[in-house]
């Protein structure tokens, strides 16, 4: 069964989870990844030119057959490439794909941006113009503090359809203002990685504490086993947020995609994750835009 879309701000939909080809792809073979993923389910599939295997998820994309219409690919403009390089890069990465155009491209980071290649609002504006060519059905941004979408927001003539944060309970406190302030300022999207940082990057936090009753209840309303991971899933599905993931097993991977039948949690439940996660902070990627 396909998860289901959201509508972004320019009119597209996007399938409210995509399939990761960083962290433990990085750098690796992601044709056999990439495939599964389709087989089982996925159509939105995440790149990124600092990845490094855009070739493989080309690859895997053809290997699995799928039609071209009906997948969402996404890909990244590399960490520290300025505006004179976004349309020769995302040309590269097209060929790597073998796609004439991606669905979603982001700027991969803010910074570093060396003073020579110009300002975010240049970046951005370079952004809209790989847009105005059909490169990119849609453009979006990723890692972006508020203050780097208020330096760009005032020029931009398209206002950024997503914007790609971590988002997890560990993190939640710091991020909301960023989601705040990108719902309120032309209803951008957030995109979360990382949402299973209290299972697998932070076991035995506070988090743990407050899903067993969760898990059991869920499970016993749905009839079949629920998983921690599902309950993650679907509190990061009542922020608001589109969720990243990946895994190498196809027993997580069908699971990711079944959180989609999981009933919601109750605003008590929601409360207690958050509760639970504003005990501990705990950032794991991009240290170097947002500090700890
Ligand atoms: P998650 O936090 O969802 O973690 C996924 C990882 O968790 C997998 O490696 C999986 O391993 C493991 N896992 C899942 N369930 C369990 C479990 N129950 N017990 C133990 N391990 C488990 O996603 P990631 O942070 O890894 O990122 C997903 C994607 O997000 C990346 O691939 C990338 O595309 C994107 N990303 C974007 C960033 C950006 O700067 N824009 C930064 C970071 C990520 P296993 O293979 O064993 O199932």
Redesign the pocket.
């Known amino acids: 069964m396909s998860p289901p879309t959201v509508k972004l701000n320019d009119g597209t939909q996007i399938p409210a989870i995509g399939f990761?080809?960083?962290?433990?792809?990085f750098g690796r073979d992601a044709e056999n990844s990439v495939k599964r993923a389709i087989e089982c389910g996925f159509t939105h599939l995440?790149?990124?030119q600092a990845?490094d295997n855009e070739d493989s998820l080309g690859a895997g994309m053809k290997a699995a057959g799928k039609p071209r219409s009906e997948l969402y690919i996404v890909t990244?403009l590399k960490q520290g490439f300025g505006a004179a390089q976004v349309k020769p890069s995302l040309v590269e990465s097209l060929r790597k794909l073998d796609l004439d155009f991606v669905d979603l491209f982001?700027i991969?980071?803010p910074r570093p941006l060396k003073p020579e290649d110009g300002t975010l609002q240049d970046l951005w504006q370079a952004m809209e113009a790989v847009h105005a060519e059909g490169l990119a059905k849609s453009i979006g941004v990723?890692?972006f503090t508020v203050d780097d979408l208020k330096a760009i927001l005032p020029g931009a003539k398209i206002i950024p359809s997503v914007n790609?944060v971590?988002i997890?309970p560990y993190v939640w406190k710091a991020v909301e203002p960023i989601v705040t302030y990108g719902r309120e300022n032309g209803n951008i999207t957030p995109v979360s990685?990382?949402?299973?940082?209290p299972?697998?990057?932070a076991a035995g936090g506070p988090v743990d504490q407050v899903l067993p009753p969760i898990v059991e209840r869920l499970t016993k309303t749905l009839g079949k086993p629920v998983?921690?991971?599902q309950v993650l899933s679907k509190w990061v599905t009542h922020k608001g947020a589109i969720i990243?993931?990946?895994?190498?097993?196809e027993a997580?991977i069908k699971e990711y995609l079944e959180a989609f039948q999981v009933p919601d949690l109750t605003a008590q439940e929601i409360q207690a994750i958050d509760d639970a996660g504003a005990k501990l902070h705990k950032r794991?990627?991009?240290r170097h835009v947002f500090g700890e």
Do not use: C, W
């Not at 990685?193 to 940082?197: D, F, I, Q």
């Not at 990243?244 to 097993?249: A, C, E, L, Q």
């Open positions: 990761g080809t960083g962290t433990a792809l995440d790149g990124a990845y990244k982001l991969h980071s990723s890692n790609q971590e997890h990685y990382g949402g299973l940082t299972l697998v990057r998983t921690p991971a990243v993931t990946t895994s190498s097993k997580r794991i990627f991009m």
